[in-house]
């Protein structure tokens, strides 16, 4: 089956630094996903990609759907202890619209 | 827009009960809604794919029997666990699919979760 694999693992790094994780695939997407998940909830839809190559934006968080359509990138900029959390790439490919996540990324950000 | 909700948010019941939980649509329509779990710090497990108005369709290795999925309306599935044992305790989360005016996106919108504890 599909596999996502998403990196870095982990992160700790310093409020006001710049992040950056990335998610490839062995296999084709047809829409990449990054999600944020808190302590306790569910996982909030930071940006949806739909097209290979397409630079997303929203806020201080930029994605990119990777020309090859196996991998996507989630860049944050200026970091700021909200940003804390786990952070998921999703792909979908299929007419049954499911998706396949990776294993997340857990973000620390020291004030 | 794009809000799911979840009920109940917590839920501890004793070995051998029935519990049921609901993800509502809130301000749109859902044709298709997912149930997932999650283990501490795991990412999210598929479990089934909940059509309105059709039978769910279960992941491989997920009882169908076991965990119940009704999808009456365009705005609620809910999911059933039958006879909870102590290994059924999780993370549950459900997600739902809000078509749009062309019926293709792909974008999930989460509930909150609900932490089931069997006891």
């Known amino acids: 089956g599909q596999q996502l694999n998403q990196s870095p693992q982990s992160m700790f790094i310093q409020e006001g630094e710049d992040v950056s994780m990335n998610c490839t695939s062995s296999?084709?997407?047809?829409?990449w996903l990054w999600y944020k998940q808190e302590p306790g909830e569910g996982p909030v839809l930071l940006i949806a990609?739909?097209?290979?190559?397409e630079l997303t934006s929203n806020g201080r968080l930029t994605a990119q759907f990777g020309i090859t359509r196996k991998d996507s990138f989630l860049n944050i900029s200026a970091s700021i202890p909200s940003d804390v959390g786990i952070y998921f790439c999703?792909?979908?490919?299929?007419?049954?619209?499911?998706?396949?996540f990776g294993k997340g990324t857990l973000l620390t950000v020291n004030p | 827009g794009a809000v799911v909700s979840q009920h109940p948010s917590r839920v501890i019941c004793k070995s051998g009960t029935s519990v049921k939980i609901e993800c509502r649509s809130l301000?749109?329509?859902?044709?298709?809604m997912f149930w997932y779990r999650q283990f501490p710090k795991q990412s999210l497990m598929l479990m089934a794919t909940?059509?309105?108005?059709?039978?769910?369709?279960?992941e491989q290795g997920v009882e169908k029997d076991k965990f119940l999925i009704n999808h009456a309306s365009l705005t609620l599935s809910t999911l059933t666990v039958t006879s909870a044992h102590p290994e059924d305790s999780s993370f549950y989360i459900c997600?739902?699919?809000?078509?749009?005016?062309?019926?293709?996106?792909?974008?999930?919108?989460f509930g909150p979760g609900t932490r089931l504890t069997v006891t």
């Open positions: 997600s739902a699919r809000d078509a749009g005016p062309q019926g293709s996106t792909h974008e999930q919108y």
């Open positions: 296999s084709i997407f047809n829409t």
């Open positions: 990609l739909y097209k290979a190559g």
């Open positions: 999703a792909g979908s490919g299929g007419s049954n619209y499911k998706l396949t």
């Open positions: 301000d749109f329509q859902a044709t298709t």
């Open positions: 909940s059509n309105e108005g059709s039978k769910a369709t279960y």
